[in-house]
Antibody, heavy 128, light 110 residues
């Protein structure tokens, strides 16, 4: 059974960089044709897609966060990572790591269809 | 990238059917059969309930069904049960702005 687990600091100071790790067990992030990504949820708010990585190097980001986000992967450790810089209180949220299922157009992978596995979530608070 | 507009809340009695709408645009819901729905109980991670508009993952009750007409997707829950009380989120592929979520709908089982 595939499992995803977020880890990282629960408190980050304003203007600093939020860094989270997602450790995947029960499957390999390098040998499968899936996206691996991040979704967040501010307290009492809805879900917001942050971005994804595909085949360990192709990245896709939410346009509203693109200038501050980096998603990367370490395939030998079966982990992928989120870095969000210049954080403010508005970045306080529960951050979920997810597996995204691709859809295909003309035989080629063309984007994410849906998210079938989710981590339990990690609350990150931005405060001095 | 604007969030899809869902009603803030819906309610129904046990045994009834309810429908949650997810109005989008021709740039997202209307252009792609790539709408998914997620159920979230308080303090828990979201759970995939419907994908590609109408498909149910293994293990999801057939009381849950999805549909789409034009730019609006819908989730219907029939035979409402107390355990269905949760927040529900729609999600759509949106092309150049790849993924967009709805604002969420709180379902109350009366």
């Amino acid at each position: 059974q595939l499992q995803l687990q977020e880890s990282g600091p629960g408190l980050v100071k304003p203007s600093e960089t939020l860094s989270l790790t997602c450790t995947v067990s029960g499957g390999s992030i390098s040998s499968s044709n899936y996206y691996w990504g991040w979704i967040r949820q501010a307290p009492g708010k809805g879900l917001e897609w942050i971005g994804s990585i595909y085949h360990s190097w192709r990245t896709y980001y939410n346009p509203s966060l693109k200038s501050r986000v980096t998603i990367s992967a370490h395939t030998s450790k079966n982990q992928f990572f989120l870095k969000l810089n210049s954080v403010t209180a508005a970045d306080t949220a529960v951050y979920y790591c997810v597996r995204g299922v691709p859809f295909y157009y003309g035989g080629d992978e063309a984007g994410e269809s849906h998210f079938d596995y989710w981590g339990q979530g990690a609350l990150v608070t931005v405060s001095s | 990238q604007s969030a899809l507009t869902q009603p803030a809340s819906v309610s129904g009695s046990p045994g009834q059917s309810i429908t949650i709408s997810c109005p989008g645009t021709s740039s997202d819901v209307g252009s792609y059969n790539l709408v998914s729905w997620y159920q979230q109980h308080p303090g828990k991670a979201p759970k995939l309930m419907i994908y590609e508009v109408t498909k149910r993952p293994s293990g999801v009750s057939n009381r849950f069904s999805g549909s789409k007409s034009g730019n609006t997707a819908s989730l219907t829950i029939s035979g409402l049960q107390a355990e269905d009380e949760a927040d529900y989120y729609c999600c759509s592929y949106a092309g150049s702005s790849p993924v967009v979520f709805g604002g969420g709908t709180k379902l109350t089982v009366l």
